[in-house]
């Protein structure tokens, strides 16, 4: 059983992962290769960065992903349940158990069979009819967390990442019940 399972593997989606998979936790991104950064040529509201293409962006997250020993998949996610075992993630190519989820894709989430609910999105490019509403830790029910469009409208590639980060910081401190907090020293 994975102890972490994210659902999307753009900017917000990998934050999660790499926040989790630094932690210790074993960590699973599920993708379909589909992400709305590969698109954007020019990112510059970044620190730290004068100027990244999406498509550059997605490979360094994909490396810090593996250096911290987190798993990627590309496969497409057609459901997920709650079990008494935990949270079941059926994808086109396989069904994993999990512990907790990440929601951080766009698009289309009827693939979500949870008690959760829905705020519809906001009208324009790149937006979705609804996203997940959680409370202030992203949380939309029992261990499942959303980061990204399937969060918010706001889909901007700095705040995704900062969204997946703080979905995953909030999950990793449910996971140990004290506030987790991740220091490079």
């Known amino acids: 059983m994975k102890t972490v399972t994210v659902i999307g593997g753009g900017v917000s989606g990998l934050q999660a992962g790499v926040f989790t998979a630094k932690a210790g936790e074993d960590t699973l991104v599920l993708d379909t290769g589909e992400s709305l950064v590969k698109n954007t040529s020019n990112i510059k509201n970044l620190i730290g960065q004068d100027s990244i293409a999406g498509n550059e962006l997605l490979k360094k997250g994909k490396d810090k992903l593996e250096r911290f020993n987190g798993e990627l998949k590309e496969e497409k996610v057609e459901k997920v349940e709650r079990t008494d075992e935990g949270l079941k993630v059926t994808t086109s190519e396989d069904e994993y158990m999990t512990e907790y989820v990440v ?53 901007q590639t700095s705040i995704a990442i900062g969204d997946g980060a703080k979905a995953a910081v909030n999950l990793l401190s449910d996971l140990r019940d004290e506030p987790y907090t991740d220091h490079d020293t």
């Open 103 to 155: 929601v951080a894709s766009a698009g289309n989430l009827d693939f979500l069979e949870l008690d959760v609910e829905f705020e519809d999105g906001a009208e324009g490019p790149y937006m979705m009819d609804k996203h997940l509403k959680t409370d202030d830790s992203n949380k939309a029910c029992e261990n499942v967390y959303a980061a990204g469009l399937a969060n918010s409208w706001e889909y």
